[in-house]
C-alpha cells in the first residue's frame, strides 16, 4: 500500500489513527511502511543484518517520535529523514567498531564441550607459536611469562632480569604486534 | 538481527499504543516560545537600570542604530522559527539558511556603524570600551532565555539534534544582543563587534555542546 492509494487509508490515516491510541491502526501502519524503510535502508547500506537493524532503529525511533507527524504532510518525507539518520549512525557505529577490532568469523565456532574444540585448540596453539616466534626475544619472553607461565610481574621481573617496567612495556608491544599480524592474516 | 524480529517488535510496539498528543505546527510552537521570550526581555527593559540609550545613540544621529536593532530582532526570530522546523523530522534544510540574510545585514549595519564611528571620532574607534560587559550580557542573557526555549525544542526529541542547537544558539544569542541595544548607551567600535560575534560564537558553540542533554534527541 503507498501512501496516495484511495482504496484503503493513506500511511497519514493510520498514523493519525495511532496517535489517538488506535493499536490496529498503528500495527497495519508499521508493517505497511516497513518494505519502505528496508528499500530506503538498503540504498545506504549492503549489509543485510545491518539494514535489518537501521530498520528496528527506525521503528523504535517513530514510536518516540510518532507525536511530531502533523496530519495531512506526506508520511514519506518524514520516514525517509527518520531511516536516513538511523542509517548514517549506523554507518558511524560501524566504522567505530572496524577501526577498534579485527572481526575473526572462526573465533566463533567453538562449542560449549571442551572436549568438542580439540581441533580448534591445537590450531590455535599452533598459530600462537607461529605469531610469538615472530617476537624480538625480550618481548617473547615477557609474554611467556607473565601471559603463560601467569607469573606475576615481581616474580617475572626475577626470572628474566627485566625490570617490571621493562616486562609492562615489551608485554604491551607484544600483544600489540601479534594483534597487527593477525588482522595481517585475516585480510589478506 | 532477523525479518522475525521486526516482525515481533512491531507486534510490542503497536500493543503499547497509547495515545499522544501531537505537536502543534513548527510555526505555532515558534511564535508561543517568541511570546515567552519577549515576556521575559520586556521585564528586564522595564526593571533592569537604563538611561534610555537607544534616544542617546539616535540623538547622536546614529539611525542605522535603529536599522541594527531590526536586522538582530529578525535573525533571532527567524533563527528561532527555523529551529523549531528542523527540529520536526523530513523538514527541508533550506531552513537553515533563512536566517543568514538577516544575519548579515546586522552585522553590515553594526560594520556601517563601527566605521562612521571611527570616520568621527578617529583612532578611538578601534577602543575597547565596555565589551566585556556586553559580552558578559549576551552570554547571561542567551543562558536565561535558553534553558526555556531548549525545553520547548526538546518536546519534538530531534533526531538531528545539531542543526536545531546551533539555529536555537544563534535565535538566542541574537535575541540577547537585541536586548542588549536596550542597555547600551554608546556606538560600538570595530572590537566591540568583534567581541559581540565571539559572544555569539561562543553561545552557538556551547548549546551545540549542550545538545544532547538539553534537546533530549530520539
Redesign the interface.
Known amino acids: 500500500m503507498a501512501s496516495g492509494d484511495t482504496n484503503e487509508e493513506s500511511w497519514g490515516d493510520l498514523l493519525a489513527a495511532a496517535q489517538r491510541g488506535d493499536g490496529v491502526a498503528y500495527r497495519r501502519f508499521l508493517i505497511a511502511v516497513t518494505p519502505f524503510l528496508r528499500a530506503l535502508a538498503r540504498r545506504r547500506i549492503h549489509a543485510d543484518e545491518v539494514v535489518e537493524d537501521v530498520v528496528q532503529e527506525t521503528l523504535l525511533t517513530v514510536h518516540r517520535v510518532r507525536h511530531t507527524y502533523e496530519h495531512g504532510r506526506a508520511v514519506e518525507p518524514w520516514l525517509a529523514a527518520i531511516v536516513s539518520r538511523r542509517s548514517i549512525d549506523a554507518l558511524r557505529k560501524s566504522s567505530r567498531t572496524s577501526a577498534r577490532e579485527v572481526h575473526n568469523p572462526l573465533a566463533y565456532e567453538t562449542f560449549a564441550e571442551p572436549s568438542a574444540n580439540t581441533i580448534e585448540a591445537g590450531e590455535s596453539a599452533k598459530e600462537l607459536a607461529r605469531l610469538m616466534g615472530g617476537l624480538p626475544p625480550r618481548q617473547k619472553e615477557a609474554l611467556e611469562l607473565t601471559k603463560l607461565k601467569e607469573l606475576s610481574l615481581e616474580e617475572a621481573s626475577a626470572e628474566s632480569g627485566q625490570s617490571v617496567a621493562s616486562l609492562k612495556v615489551n608485554v604491551h608491544r607484544a600483544i600489540k604486534r601479534m594483534r597487527i599480524e593477525i588482522g595481517k592474516d585475516l585480510f589478506e | 538481527?532477523?525479518?522475525q524480529?521486526?516482525d515481533a517488535?512491531?507486534?510490542a510496539?503497536?500493543?503499547?499504543?497509547?495515545?499522544?498528543?501531537?505537536?502543534a505546527?513548527p510555526l505555532a510552537r515558534a511564535v508561543a516560545a517568541l511570546a515567552g521570550l519577549a515576556t521575559v526581555g520586556l521585564i528586564a527593559i522595564l526593571l533592569l537600570p537604563n538611561d534610555n540609550p537607544l534616544a542617546m545613540r539616535g540623538a547622536g544621529g546614529e539611525m542605522q542604530a535603529g536599522l541594527e536593532l531590526a536586522a538582530a530582532l529578525l535573525a533571532g526570530v527567524l533563527a528561532v522559527v527555523a529551529a523549531f522546523h528542523v527540529?520536526?523530522?523530513?523538514?527541508s534544510r533550506g531552513w537553515l539558511a533563512v536566517p543568514l540574510p538577516a544575519l548579515a545585514l546586522w552585522l553590515g549595519f553594526s560594520g556601517l556603524g563601527c566605521w562612521r564611528d571611527l570616520a568621527r571620532n578617529g583612532p578611538s574607534g578601534w577602543e575597547l570600551g565596555h565589551s566585556m560587559d556586553c559580552f558578559a550580557f549576551i552570554i547571561a542573557a542567551s543562558l536565561v532565555l535558553g534553558f526555556p526555549l531548549a525545553w520547548r525544542l526538546s518536546r519534538?526529541?530531534p533526531?538531528?539534534p545539531l542543526p536545531v542547537a546551533v539555529l536555537g544558539g544563534l535565535g538566542i544569542a541574537a535575541l540577547s544582543a537585541f536586548f542588549l541595544q536596550f542597555f547600551h548607551p554608546f556606538a560600538v567600535t570595530f572590537l566591540d563587534l568583534a567581541v559581540h560575534v565571539i559572544a555569539i560564537g561562543v553561545v552557538i558553540f556551547l548549546a551545540s555542546l549542550l545538545r544532547r542533554p538539553m534537546l533530549r534527541p530520539?
Open positions: 538481527m532477523t525479518a524480529q521486526t517488535l512491531i507486534d510496539l503497536s500493543a503499547a499504543a497509547s495515545p499522544v498528543k501531537r505537536l505546527s527540529a520536526i523530522p523530513g523538514r519534538a526529541a533526531i538531528d530520539a
